[in-house]
């Protein structure tokens, strides 16, 4: 049912352009060119911020701040193994990954350590690489509230996280 919903709905959109006299085709060049120059427009901050996420993994500054901040995470019920993960999945998704999957395949997927990164990498948002993406395009220098909210949310998902595996 689902794979007869996608061609449905494009020929539906050029059923409607059709009856509407809308030239479809350089309807569509318009949005792809506007497409195009949102991606320059992005790849300086995308390029800065994917070279500093693995600029900190190479050279260890993840893994120092992970261990110092292990002991304050653990009063939070995150266990001392998905503290880098908490730290690096705000920041990108790609390493966030990387990371729940080292945990999971050295610890196991039934392990407490194991449930915990697999709910985290799901309940959480990489909202400071999302944010600088946003900010970055449209040219806004002032995020206001933007960035405390969205580690609050993080912290609240990584807390949540811990705790309803614990409960289930």
């Given amino acids: 049912m689902i794979s007869v919903l996608v061609p449905f709905l494009l020929f539906s959109i050029c059923g409607y352009a059709l009856y509407s006299g809308i030239d479809v085709f350089p309807v569509f ?11 320059i427009q992005i790849l ?3 390029v800065g911020l994917l070279t500093a996420v693995y600029m900190m993994r190479a050279s260890g500054v993840i893994d120092f701040v992970g261990e110092i901040l ?4 653990s009063i939070l019920g995150i266990p ?8 690096l999945k705000p920041i990108s998704g790609g390493g966030g990954l990387a990371v729940g999957s080292e945990i999971i395949k050295a610890y196991g997927p039934d392990s407490y350590c194991g449930r915990v990164a697999a709910v985290m990498l799901g309940a959480s948002e990489t909202s400071l690489y999302t944010i600088s993406i946003y900010c970055g395009y449209l040219g806004i220098k002032n995020t206001r509230y933007a960035v405390p909210v969205a580690i609050a949310g993080d912290i609240v998902a990584f807390v949540t996280s811990a705790f309803f595996v614990k409960i289930f």
């Fill in 70 to 73: 292990s002991p304050m995470m």
């Fill in 29 to 39: 060049l318009q949005g792809a060119k506007k497409g195009l120059d949102a991606a």
């Fill in 44 to 46: 300086p901050t995308l």
């Fill in 80 to 87: 001392k193994e998905c503290t880098v993960l908490a730290l």
